[in-house]
């Protein structure tokens, strides 16, 4: 067992995460919830027995855990056992306080943020941004609060000491037989010394585990709070509604315009299991009017690869490119393309280009079949495109499939479960987390 949801709860009860009182209260509400678990044990254990390596001399033996118990629930123990031999932690229960709860605070900690937004990595590798607000302070604003000078309550992970974090996992640890899950958000400049002291205050705490949370250019962060922004200057009452903008690169086009077209040809080099292919791929562009009428910009229309590159049939080539031509002209390629790197074949992976990360590093992108290849290929011809200078200047730009100078990754390869990253079979445990040994990609712990 365990709760979710107390820094929300501190605060509607009006007593701050980082003051004694909502320590005291936080200690009141994790002894309840231990004195009910460990009451509803003895009378699971009276029904089904004792867990089988039960000993009532050693479990209620000084310095133990249930030593520390209510002397009314350390004699029922010892007259009638008790089910289980552990019964508390507190979980992080991000997703759950998140999808079920209104996105009241998670687990043991304070609101990250009464507002700010949140990143998602989506299955086709892009990002996508919500923003969102916390629970309690929804409803306070729901309630006619003022959310521009909130009551002392409202203290969010970001505003308090990392000791006020510590400090209230060393006042509910005690009620707690196995551990807790607690982030300790430091700035990105945190003086080392002070880093250092946190896992000592823990240590001395008698704390099992402790997790710290530092931001950084490299790897950004999850969370982001939203800066303040100025006020949009209100608009005369007499101004006329605005038209709808019609965007350029969604607008239907019926049909390929006759004569001929700007176009590119590109060389997709990739690597499946028989080894090096390479294909030819043209992309024809008609410039269409930009939504505030100034000059033109590029629009890809048409997709055509020449068939017969290869030894085998290529007729799905054809269809694929006839297909993304219609979603091209229909508004709707940037999802065409999205769907189609998800495509899968039972031949195993595809390497096919290079991602760069922010430091530099360069590191091999794998992809589910040669379909999924094709697909992020021809989105890195038009994100090229829509670069360069000069686009009516210049028909081709290299793709960046050559590796530049960087640090090497990808040493010591082993086969695992597909990386949300690069999208090699190599992700592995290593330390409690998910670890890529092609591209050094961490994911959850636990």
């Not at 605005?242 to 590109?266: H, K, Q, T």
């Amino acid at each position: 067992m365990g709760f979710t949801g107390l820094g929300d709860a501190l605060v509607m009860l009006g007593l701050p995460y980082n003051a004694a009182d909502g320590r005291a209260m936080a200690r009141r509400i994790a002894e309840c919830m231990r004195d009910a678990a460990y009451t509803a044990s003895v009378e699971l254990a009276q029904e089904k027995g004792a867990f089988p390596l039960f000993d009532a001399n050693t479990y209620l033996a000084e310095g133990t855990f249930a030593s520390r118990l209510p002397k009314t629930i350390q004699a029922h123990i010892r007259q009638h056992g008790i089910r289980n031999s552990h019964l508390l932690s507190i979980a992080p229960t991000g997703t759950v306080s998140l999808a079920f709860a209104d996105n009241a605070s998670n687990g043991i900690e304070p609101a990250f943020s009464w507002t700010y937004t949140r990143k998602k990595r989506e299955a086709d590798g892009t990002r996508s941004e919500y923003t969102v607000e916390d629970h309690a302070y929804r409803l306070y604003k729901a309630l006619g609060g003022d959310t521009a000078q909130l009551p002392p309550a409202f203290v969010g992970a970001l505003e308090m000491d990392a000791q006020d974090h510590i400090a209230m996992m060393e006042a509910v640890q005690p009620c707690i037989d196995t551990s807790i899950s607690k982030t300790v958000n430091v700035a990105a400049d945190y003086p080392y010394e002070d880093f250092k002291n946190l896992y000592l205050q823990a240590w001395r705490a008698r704390l099992k585990g402790l997790a710290t949370y530092r931001p950084n250019s490299i790897l950004g962060a999850v969370l982001e709070v939203q800066p303040s922004a100025p006020a949009a200057p209100a608009a005369p009452a007499s101004a006329p509604a605005p038209l709808p903008v019609v965007d350029p690169m969604r607008a239907v086009i019926e049909s390929r315009p006759l004569g001929a077209l700007d176009a590119m040809a590109e060389k997709i080099e990739y690597w499946t299991h028989e080894g090096h292919k390479s294909l030819y791929l043209i992309v024809s562009f008609l410039p269409v009017p930009r939504a505030d009428g100034k000059g033109t910009v590029e629009r890809a229309i048409e997709f055509f690869m020449p068939v017969g590159q290869s030894g085998e049939s290529q007729q799905w080539i054809t269809a694929s490119m006839r297909l993304l031509s219609l979603a091209a002209r229909g508004g709707f390629l940037e999802r065409a393309l999205s769907d189609m790197r998800k495509v899968a074949w039972d031949r195993g992976p595809v390497r096919h280009g290079y991602k760069v990360r922010e430091d530099g590093t360069q590191v091999p992108l794998w992809h589910d079949s040669e379909a999924a290849a094709i697909a992020w290929a021809v989105q890195n011809i038009l994100a090229l495109r829509a670069q360069r200078p000069g686009a009516s200047d210049q028909l081709s730009l290299p793709l960046p499939d050559a590796p530049a100078p960087g640090p090497a990754v990808g040493s010591g390869v082993m086969a695992g479960k597909k990386c949300p990253d690069c999208g090699a079979h190599a992700v592995i445990k290593k330390d409690g987390c998910e670890y890529c040994t092609q591209c050094g990609f961490v994911g959850a712990c636990g």
